[in-house]
C-alpha cells in the first residue's frame, strides 16, 4: 500500500509569511495527526483528527496555526504569520482505526523561517 | 502530565557490542510503550510495542513500572542499526487515544 503522503518536503519563507503543508493519509485510515518536530527534539503533537473532527488540538498555537480535514482524508496546516521559532519538520501521521495501535509516518516537510 | 526522558543524546558501539537505550516515562495510568526508529534518509517507523512483548530484529524492551522505565536492549549490535531511536508513550484511552508523546531522541552509531 502507498505510504502517507506529504508536500512540499522543503519550504523556505520569511518571518510573517504564511505556509500550508498538504497530507495525503493511507486509504482508509481514520485518525490523522500533525507533530512539529524541532532540530533535537522529538516529535511534539499538534493536532489529531478523527475522520474529519478534531479530537485533540490542545497543542495547536491557534492564534497562527490552523488545520483542516475536510472529507475526512487530505488535510493542511497552514502557519499565518509564521516566526522565526517555527523552523522544524512537520510530520503527518496517520492510524487505521480506533483499536490499531501503530502510526505510519509522511516524510515530513522541513520548514526554515528567515 | 506524561513525559518520556531519553537520557542519552548520543551512544556508540562497536559492532558485536551489547546496546541499551534507555527510556523513562513518567504517566498517572496504565500507558502504552513504543520504540520508534528513523534510519538514515527513511520515515520514522514503529519497532516494537511493548504489550507484544517480540523480538524485532533482535531488540526487546521490557516494561518496569516500578522504575518506571521502557529500556531498549540488544545483546549484538550490528552496523545496520545505526539509527536514531525514539521512546514513546500513548495513552491508552479517552479521546485521545493513541496520542504519543515522545522522548528525545537517541542517535545510536554501531562502528565496524
Known amino acids: 500500500e502507498a505510504g502517507v503522503a506529504q508536500s512540499p518536503r522543503y519550504k523556505i519563507i520569511e518571518k510573517r509569511q504564511s505556509v500550508a503543508f498538504w497530507c495525503n493519509p493511507i486509504?482508509?485510515?481514520?485518525?490523522l495527526y500533525w507533530y512539529q518536530q524541532i532540530l533535537g527534539q522529538g516529535p511534539k503533537l499538534l493536532i489529531q483528527?478523527?475522520?474529519?473532527?478534531?479530537?485533540?488540538d490542545s497543542q495547536l498555537p491557534k492564534d497562527r496555526f490552523s488545520a483542516e480535514r475536510l472529507k475526512g482524508v487530505d488535510s493542511t496546516l497552514k502557519i499565518q504569520p509564521a516566526k522565526l521559532e517555527d523552523s522544524a519538520v512537520y510530520l503527518c501521521?496517520?492510524?487505521?482505526?480506533?483499536?490499531?495501535?501503530?502510526?505510519?509516518f509522511g516524510p515530513g516537510t522541513r520548514l526554515t523561517v528567515t | 502530565a506524561q513525559r518520556v526522558t531519553q537520557p542519552e543524546k548520543l551512544l556508540s558501539v562497536f559492532k558485536g557490542a551489547p546496546v541499551e537505550l534507555k527510556c523513562n516515562y513518567s504517566?498517572?495510568?496504565?500507558?502504552?510503550l513504543f520504540w520508534y526508529v528513523q534510519y538514515s534518509r527513511q520515515r520514522l517507523q514503529l519497532l516494537l510495542r511493548?504489550?507484544s512483548r517480540e523480538s524485532i530484529k533482535g531488540f526487546t524492551a521490557d516494561l518496569n513500572k516500578g522504575e518506571t522505565s521502557f529500556h531498549l536492549k540488544k545483546p549484538f549490535a550490528q552496523e545496520e542499526d545505526s539509527a536514531m531511536y525514539y521512546c514513546?508513550?500513548?495513552?491508552?484511552?479517552?479521546?485521545?487515544?493513541?496520542?504519543?508523546?515522545f522522548g528525545q531522541g537517541t542517535i545510536l552509531t554501531v562502528h565496524p
Open positions: 504517566y498517572s495510568g496504565s500507558p502504552e
Open positions: 483528527f478523527q475522520n474529519n473532527g478534531v479530537v485533540d
Open positions: 486509504s482508509g485510515h481514520a485518525t
Open positions: 501521521a496517520s492510524r487505521q482505526k480506533r483499536d490499531s495501535y501503530e502510526q505510519y
Open positions: 511493548h504489550i
Open positions: 514513546a508513550l500513548s495513552n491508552a484511552g479517552g479521546t485521545s487515544y493513541g496520542k504519543l508523546t
